[in-house]
């Protein structure tokens, strides 16, 4: 008895598969491939947007915004706090003197002071004698040399003495003397006579620097030097 015959699987369909498997993994693998690629491209688009943005900015900046001068073509100003400060001062005026104007009694007075130095006797009969001024920080002083009368011997007689300087006149504390001033800085009268100024230069005695640095009134008498007689 002959076997029933039975089909054997064709190995046809096997290998039909095995190529549909592998065409279906190269579908996958190429579609990978495309979307990898088209990833690349859409970032490359998106650079290239990027850059062409920045040159297009870099453009318009150039050509909006004036030129900056050169380094070195201009000094740089320092940066102050105060805005006003870097602004140029105003000349400032010198006062003009008006001829109505009149200074007060304190400038008067201290105008008409005699000047420093030493003042010597218009008359020869006093040439033994003189008188002295200093003056400093708005304080005078004077010293009074009263020698003997020419061709007679005999001690001079000193006195330093403060000066007071008032509305009415100068006057010398130790005598209360007036001491007027001829119109002039340069010549002065006391109950003596007239004296003149003859020596710009003094040489302060202690008593002299005494007065100078003192306050108020100030007087010291003394005796001075011996004076032959012709």
């Known amino acids: 008895m002959k076997e029933p ?7 046809t369909n096997k290998i039909q598969e095995n190529r549909s498997s592998h065409q279906g993994q190269e579908s996958s693998e190429n579609l990978g491939l495309d979307n990898s690629k088209k990833d690349f491209w859409v970032e490359l688009l998106g650079a ?16 909006t915004e004036p030129p900056l001068p050169p380094i070195g073509s201009q000094p740089i100003q320092p940066v102050s706090p105060n805005p006003l400060a870097s602004l140029p ?12 104007s009149k200074p007060d009694r304190s400038q008067q007075i201290y105008q008409r002071a005699p000047s420093s130095g030493v003042y010597y006797a218009e008359s020869a ?3 033994n004698s003189r008188r002295e001024v200093l003056s400093r920080n708005g304080r005078f002083c004077i010293r009074l040399v009263d020698g003997p009368k020419t061709q007679t011997s005999g001690y001079q007689q000193e006195v330093v003495s403060s000066l007071s300087l008032k509305t009415n006149g ?5 005598t209360n003397d ?8 340069t010549e002065m009268r006391d109950r003596v006579g007239l004296w ?3 020596e710009a230069k003094v040489s302060p005695t202690p008593e ?5 640095t003192k306050t108020g009134k100030y007087v010291k008498q003394m005796q001075g030097e011996f004076v032959g007689g012709v």
């Open 5 to 11: 015959f039975s089909e054997q699987p064709q190995p």
């Open 89 to 100: 001062a105003s000349p400032q005026k010198s006062p003009t003197r008006s001829t109505n």
């Open 125 to 127: 009969v006093y040439a």
């Open 196 to 198: 003149q100024l003859l």
């Open 48 to 63: 290239s947007v990027l850059v062409v943005g920045m040159i297009a900015y870099a453009i318009y900046r150039f050509w």
């Open 178 to 185: 007036q001491l007027k001033l001829d119109n002039s800085s």
């Open 170 to 174: 100068i006057f010398i504390d130790a």
């Open 208 to 212: 002299m620097e005494e007065c100078l």
